[in-house]
T-cell receptor
């Protein structure tokens, strides 16, 4: 089991550019979560999918953020256009069932200059 | 509204001490509680998962207890080592605002010095 795989590990981009973060959940897990972590706000849930369907996107900060899960093994989080305040570590996590724990990926450290 | 609080925010101890990290949550209607460890610049590693029907879980030198009725959990670390230095995060899985969510505390930053 390779765990939850995120790419890229680090991303530095200029303000206004489009950024796409990728996640491959653990095979067989039916729930996928995108979190953002900053020093000021800690870990915030952005959006989560259940069986590839977005269930709760109330944490998505603005329309500049969008997420997709075209199949059970892949999800993307896109920011367009990016802004310096989007700089953070973005984590993806997956879970099998409601009573199971979450498994987190190693995160993508995004820096927008 | 479900809120998770961790005390203390930071802790510095000499090697060998037994430690207790505290976590409290405001709504006892939870599915489970999970303790994570996060090293600087790294992801979250799951340490222990306690279901709402359970009282405690143990893994090596770690023991986590859950008192759902009082909204509390403790993480006990026996014979602490410098390698235990990290941030420890507590999270509850609960039904919040119509959705099943994992709600995190702000963490306890632990430093164990030789």
């Amino acid at each position: 089991d390779a765990g939850v795989i995120q790419s890229p590990r680090h991303e530095v981009t200029e303000m206004g550019q489009e950024v796409t973060l990728r996640c491959k959940p653990i095979s067989g897990h039916n729930s996928l979560f995108w979190y953002r972590q900053t020093m000021m706000r800690g870990l915030e849930l952005l959006i989560y999918f259940n069986n590839n369907v977005p269930i709760d996107d109330s944490g998505m900060p603005e329309d500049r953020f969008s997420a997709k899960m075209p199949n059970a093994s892949f999800s993307t989080l896109k920011i367009q256009p990016s802004e310096p305040r989007d700089s953070a570590v973005y984590f993806c996590a997956s879970s099998h069932r409601r009573l199971n724990g979450y498994t987190f990926g190693s995160g993508t450290r995004l820096t927008v200059v | 509204k479900q809120e998770v609080t961790q005390i203390p925010a930071a802790l510095s101890v000499p090697e060998g001490e037994n430690l207790v990290l505290n976590c409290s949550f405001t709504d006892s209607a939870i599915y489970n509680l999970q303790w994570f460890r996060q090293d600087p610049g790294k992801g979250l590693t799951s340490l222990l998962l306690i279901q709402s029907s359970q009282r405690e879980q143990t893994s090596g030198r770690l023991n986590a207890s859950l008192d759902k009725s009082s909204g509390r959990s403790t993480l006990y670390i026996a014979a602490s080592q410098p390698g235990d230095s990290a941030t420890y995060l507590c999270a509850v899985r609960a039904w919040v605002g119509g959705y099943n969510k994992l709600i995190f505390g702000a963490g306890t930053r632990l430093a164990v010095h030789p």
